[in-house]
């Protein structure tokens, strides 16, 4: 089983924000292969269902971005997940808008929900599915960049990058990172 979680902040204030592309990719996986409804679990919402013959949960914790540990930990431990079969898809300041990126452990360069997913899972061991929104080159904008909606000139290449994560998404459950960093590449230019 894989859990698959989407970082984002809840309510309709924050659905279209730049912080808010992890919940928009999962959102995908849910339509992309008919899962069920959402439903409120591990303070979060929760799907659960199948990605290409393998059982996935998808979640969306709602705890806002900060605590994002605290509903990622709990469905770990309930459906008895590792922390290498746990995909966190998040927002990157430091990749270019549209650009995707797969990692595994390392640093959380500051990004407060990987922090918290970190300190809950009690490792930097997951899968991380970094995608790019660009940076608004002064430090002190970032609080107000990510929180802000992506700006119609940015909708062509968002609405081409999230349903690839979606349909593609079944090569990372198979540990295969480059061909879906390489499918989602061409589907994006």
Known sequence: ????????????????????????AIDAMADEYRFPAFRSKFQGELSEGLIDGKKAVLLKPQTYMNESGQS????????????ERVIVFHDELDLE????RVKVGGGVAGH?????????????????????????????RVSGYVLSDFAKA?????????????????LLLREKSD???????????
Request: hydrophobic share 40%; net charge positive; aromatic share 10%.
């Open 154 to 170: 940015e909708l062509p290449w968002l609405e081409r990058l999230v349903p690839v994560l979606a349909k593609y998404v079944a």
């Open 72 to 83: 990622v930990g709990k469905a770990a431990k309930f459906y008895k997940i590792p922390p």
């Open 97 to 100: 808008p549209g650009k995707c």
């Open 1 to 24: 089983m894989w859990l698959l979680v989407g970082l984002g902040n809840p309510g309709d204030k924050y659905k279209n924000n730049r912080h808010n592309i992890g919940f928009m």
């Open 179 to 189: 061909d879906f960093m390489t499918r989602v590449a061409e589907s994006v230019k």
């Open 112 to 140: 407060n929900g990987l922090k918290s997913i970190k300190a809950h899972l009690g490792t930097a061991d997951f899968m991380r599915v970094r995608l790019g929104i660009g940076h608004p080159g002064d430090k002190s």
